[in-house]
């Protein structure tokens, strides 16, 4: 088709649409790449300007003009692209600005700060849990089995993220340590420990920290063992007025760490009298008086002494009595063992400290000590008709007679034996035998026996026939070695 007729056929096509989409349709025609590639070269001006040679003015006029509609549409671009506002930064937060060392935050843009997790330092109990997010302790829920370290008390469960129980004693008990113990009671002669005796379905019977002020003395006539806090936490107290326990033939009881005070007899053992078999572990016996052994009357009983039991005390704290201010021993059988101490005590006549009478057995074992008592004669021990044994490591000292015998005062067909390594040491007498006086009796002093630093008007610091190896005083020159 020749230029001219090509020309008319656009303007006839032009005056039905656009010319490009007219174009368009024709390059969809199967002559459309000659027709594409003829009007590409010489354009197109919808004006009918003329063809061949004498077009090419037009062409370079369109083509002018596309060029102008470019640049204007690109400026636009740019200049709408120069005055769109910047959307403003956002830079987040931190841990640290936070004051968190974990959980997780707001970082103020729109996300989430992740500052490790929790562990709640400051513990949390068994009712509670930690938060991994705030770091509190959260309570768990509800009636939540726990333990609440009071062993005191059952059916630990938690409520309102605190863990408690039950009371695991019944009414008119304590607890110590877990273990249900005896109050003293309002009310009653004995405070309610005669009663809790009598009916004490076991052989043990725990009594709380507290003082039972008596009004009349307490039995006990079966088998038992009688427990306290602590002597100077458990407290009987005879007021001056009662004797303060008795205790039975044939009934084996031991009484543990309380202390007896300020029992009164008229007759035998201001503190205890007692005819069965009886230990004391840990006792304190003060301030307890009577006519015959202000602490304690042992008759034909057994009555063992173990470690902590003081019978007797500090100044004013010591027992009294007319004959025998500690124990009177009378056909009985005492041990002091080791860690026991007969202290402080004060006898009108004999006996400061021990007594021993009537075919009776005493033995201090090694560790064990007659200390500080006084008395006419015999202010240590007084031994008539019974046998008195010091073994190794036993010690009688410091004791003052007002008369005779500072230590020890044997007679009466009694018998008297210093095992080797046992010491008589410190006493005094304002007569004869600082130390030792043996009359009528039989005293064995074995080689090793320390007998030295003893005082007295008059004579040596052992008086009488002493058998065996050993020597009075020993050392020879009589002064102590340690």
Known sequence: MDPTRFDRL?????????????LSLLAALPLAGALGGLLGEEGVDGQG????????????????????????????????????????????????????????????????????????????????????????????????????GDLCTVNDVCTGGVCGGSPKCGDGQGCTAGVCCLLPAATGATKGLQEAIEGASG?????????????????????LTLIGAGAGQTVLDGRNAVQVLQIAAGAEVTVQDLTITKGQASGDGGGIY?????????????????????????????????????IGGGAGEGNTASFVGGIYNNGGTLTLQSGSRVTGNTSLS???????????????????????????????????????????????????????????????????????????????????????????????????????????????QCNGTLLGDGRCPNPRNGICLS
């Open 274 to 310: 007692n005819e069965g078999m009886l230990t004391l572990i840990g006792v304190s016996m003060t301030g307890n008086a009577a006519v015959y052994g202000g602490g304690l009357y042992n008759q034909r009983g057994s009555l063992t002494l173990e470690d902590g039991t003081v």
């Open 350 to 460: 004999l006996g400061g400290g021990i007594l021993n009478a009537n075919s009776g057995t005493v033995t201090l074992q090694s560790g064990s000590s007659v200390t500080g008592n006084e008395s006419r004669e015999g202010g240590g021990i007084y031994n008539t008709g019974g046998t008195l044994t010091l073994q190794l490591g036993s010690r009688v000292t410091g004791n003052r007679a007002t008369t005779d015998g500072g230590g020890i005062l044997n007679r009466n067909l009694g018998t008297l034996r210093l095992q080797s390594g046992s010491r008589v040491t410190g006493n005094s007498a304002t007569r004869i035998g600082g130390g030792i006086v043996n009359e009528d009796g039989t005293a064995t002093v074995d080689d090793g026996a320390i007998i030295c630093g003893n005082t007295q008007a008059q004579g040596g």
């Open 10 to 22: 656009s303007r006839t096509l032009a005056a039905h649409g656009p010319r490009r989409g007219v």
């Open 49 to 148: 300007s003329g063809a061949g040679v004498g077009g090419g003015g037009g062409r370079r006029k369109r083509r002018q003009t596309r060029h102008k509609r470019r640049s204007g549409s690109d400026k636009k671009h740019r200049k709408g692209q120069h005055h769109k506002k910047k959307k403003p930064t956002c830079t987040p937060t931190t841990c640290a600005a936070q004051g968190k060392t974990c959980g997780r935050l707001p970082d103020g843009c729109g996300t989430t700060l992740d500052c490790g997790p929790c562990t709640c330092a400051t513990g949390c109990s068994d009712c509670q849990i930690c938060n991994p997010v705030t770091d509190h302790c959260d309570p768990i829920p509800n009636d939540t089995p726990c333990d609440d």
């Open 203 to 223: 052989e043990t019977l725990i009594l709380c920290a507290g003082t039972w002020t008596l009004s009349s003395t307490v039995v006990i006539g079966k088998d």
